[in-house]
């Protein structure tokens, strides 16, 4: 069967797209670039923000409208698939997250018509990413054990179960043999992982097996909390110091004012953060640090959006993602008083700003510096995407094997993304 793939979100929910693609295919399925033509579209969903819904409900309709059977599954299912309505409901199933293995086989019993429905030839969402065959997101944990407020994503995926140390090492030692010279271990907040686990294993007992998988592999650790980050700092960082692990460290603060924090439920103080920040850039100089910031929380004043603007100036991220708060039925903060849309957008407009301005800051810092740097995208023609052993993305304008090492120069500095040339051949 002919079956296409469209994931959206973070990246666990692109991982498990990319996961059921590789099971479809491993089932000997093929997989198409775009829906028209494909037996199967699945969408892997997202419903972080509104906006975001209403993306996933168009592009339910366009993949309903190209195929004669689709698959919907990833945060949308089951709280919120109302939202998607229309004539392809009927041919549509819904499948939950912690049923996603059950999906090739679904798929292999359908017997399918000739493709009636297909209509004139549509491009694929253009933005819609696939990983790259040499990088590869290895779910570690599903749910979470926060009670944060506004969070759809604790309701989408439910209480924290740890995947088991031997599953993840072997889904990791897999990748590698496969080819896959990044993996980016994800879970929604990766700090908790071991908390449900009766045998009092946390994340850097985790890390240490991991660092044992044979191969030449980097590895990235995904978002963690800093509720749950607190109790196991020194070992993490500790783990952290293997070669194995690129000096990452994902941590939304999401404000900085403590009177939001607290109403946000996320269990830490701004200090908590800042402390945090500090001890790891102590231990790993060259850190890059990516953090979360939530604009027009319901509550929020112009004072405390300054403390946000303040703190995050003065940490300095190299990366700030930035949300405008949007209520998500069945959350707590839904039922809060919002903030003026006006002076929400406002809000993120100045943190948007102040973000860009701060990258492009920290990301100057590097000019000059020469070093290794590891091949993992082709970008747009010839260019290739190279990161450093702290992250941080290095554009060369050649093409590079996918997977091989490079000594870089950095010359120039954009607010995303460092320029540089390859001072050495692959290694
Ligand atoms: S966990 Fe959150 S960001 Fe990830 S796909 Fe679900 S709603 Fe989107």
Request: proline share 7%; aromatic share 6%.
């Amino acid at each position: 069967m002919r079956i296409y793939v469209e994931s959206y979100g973070c990246s666990q929910n692109q991982g498990e797209g990319a996961a059921i693609a590789r099971a479809l295919s491993n089932g000997g399925h093929t997989l198409v670039s775009g829906p028209d033509g494909a037996d199967v579209g699945i969408l892997v969903s997202c419903a972080v923000i509104g906006s975001t819904e209403a993306r996933m409900a168009r592009r339910w309709q366009a993949i309903a409208a190209r195929v004669p059977r689709v698959v919907v599954t990833g945060c949308l299912v089951p709280l919120r698939t109302s939202v998607l309505t229309g004539p392809g409901r009927m041919r549509t199933t819904f499948v939950p997250i912690r049923e996603q293995s059950r999906i090739p086989a679904l798929v292999s019993d359908w017997v399918l018509e000739p493709p009636e429905v297909l209509r004139a030839s549509v491009p694929a969402d253009p933005s819609v990413t696939s990983a790259p065959a040499v990088t590869e997101e290895v779910a570690i944990a599903q749910g979470c054990t926060s009670a944060c407020s506004y969070c759809f994503s604790r309701l989408a995926r439910g209480r924290l179960e740890s995947v088991p140390i031997p599953e993840v090492v072997r889904r990791a030692s897999e990748a590698a043999a496969r080819g896959v010279v990044e993996v980016r271990l994800t879970s929604l907040d990766t700090a908790a992982w071991g908390l449900d686990r009766p045998d009092g294993s946390r994340l850097p007992d985790l890390l240490r097996a991991v660092a044992e998988v044979p191969g030449d592999l980097k590895v990235r650790v995904g978002m963690m909390s800093p509720q749950t980050l607190g109790p196991i700092l020194d070992r993490y960082l500790e783990a952290l110091a293997s070669e194995r692990y690129y000096r990452f460290l994902h941590l939304p603060v999401q404000s900085g004012s403590d009177r939001i924090l607290s109403a946000m439920r996320r269990g830490y103080s701004v200090e908590v953060f800042r402390h945090q920040v500090e001890r790891a850039r102590a231990r790993f100089p060259d850190l890059s640090l990516s953090t979360d910031v939530i604009v027009g929380f319901p509550g929020e004043t112009e004072a405390d959006h300054r403390a946000t603007e303040e703190l995050i100036a003065a940490v300095g991220p190299e990366t700030v993602n930035v949300t405008r708060f949007s209520p998500r039925p069945g959350t707590p903060a839904a039922h809060l008083r919002p903030v003026g849309p006006r002076v929400a957008k406002r809000r993120s407009r100045a943190m948007a700003a102040l973000r860009l301005r701060l990258s492009r800051a920290r990301f100057e810092r590097w000019i000059g510096h020469s070093g290794p740097a590891r091949v993992v995208e082709h970008g747009p023609g010839t260019s290739s995407v190279a990161r450093l052993p702290n992250y941080l993305p290095v554009v060369l304008e050649e093409r590079h094997a996918l997977g091989s090492t490079v000594v870089v120069r950095v010359e120039g500095a954009r607010s995303t993304y460092l320029l540089g040339r390859v001072e050495e051949a692959p290694f």
